[in-house]
């Protein structure tokens, strides 16, 4: 199972995300976790990252990509992952076709969580980070009991400089020119399921979770 979860930013990737590892027991990658880790480190990766990221830009193929091709190549990824963020471009989704290709694999389906942008901005508006443990909550949908602190350790709550709103209309509009080609890649090669991402979040879950057991069985007949 080889699964990519592709949508705007906001829409519940990373929801959706963590559930399905803990249920599906696979790996999951998600490029935006791994880049601000990075971020936070200092590392090279963090340097060569961070400028496009607090402007609401991608960073350059070239350095993600390496990042995604050293994961999925590990043995923990030999039966199956969850990308999430990745891929983001026509490039990145070539080169991870290429990728897999060597590992005599391909992607078993790409996941569209469907939002509208007016939805994406309600969302990350309200979001607000704890800049220690990364939990993030949401001051309508989910508040932290305290105002500007975190539930889980008690630190201070931030609005990463990416939910700012200019930097979230920038996010949705390099979303629509460099990733929204990819719903047509992926529908091409006829690995693309749409899930309506407004619904509850339990509710999205269920569907993809049905969808992936469709396909588990389509696999098995
Ligand atoms: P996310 O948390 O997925 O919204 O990612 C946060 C930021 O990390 C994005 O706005 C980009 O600057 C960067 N990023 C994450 N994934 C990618 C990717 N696949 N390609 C380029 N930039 C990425």
Redesign the pocket.
């Known amino acids: 199972m080889n699964l990519i979860l592709l949508g705007p930013?906001g829409s519940g990737?990373?929801t959706q995300g963590e559930r399905l590892q803990e249920d599906f027991r696979l790996p999951y990658y998600?490029?935006?976790?791994i880049?601000?880790a990075a971020v936070a480190e200092g590392s090279e990766l963090g340097r060569a990252?961070q400028e496009?990221?607090d402007r609401?830009?991608?960073?350059?193929?070239e350095?993600?990509i390496g990042v995604?091709a050293e994961r999925v190549e590990r043995p923990e990824a030999a039966d199956g992952f969850i990308l999430?963020?990745?891929?983001?471009?026509v490039g990145?989704a070539e080169a991870l076709a290429a990728e897999m290709e060597g590992l005599g694999r391909a992607i078993t389906v790409a996941v569209l969580i469907d939002v509208d942008d007016e939805e994406v901005v309600r969302r990350l508006g309200g979001r607000r980070t704890c800049a220690k443990s990364g939990h993030v909550f949401h001051v309508d949908f989910d508040p932290p009991k305290h105002e500007g602190v975190c539930d889980v350790c008690g630190s201070r709550l931030i609005v990463r400089d990416?939910d700012r709103p200019e930097v979230i209309r920038h996010?949705l509009e390099?979303y629509r020119e460099k990733t929204m080609p990819l719903v047509d890649y992926y529908e091409e090669l006829g690995v693309l399921k749409r899930v309506d991402g407004e619904l509850e979040p339990e509710e999205v879950g269920n569907r993809i979770r049905a969808l992936l057991a469709t396909l588990r069985m389509e696999e098995e007949l």
């Open positions: 930013p990737k990373g998600a490029t935006g976790d880049l601000r990252a496009y990221m609401g830009d991608l960073v350059p193929d350095v993600i995604i999430d963020g990745f891929p983001r471009t990145q990416d996010r390099t």
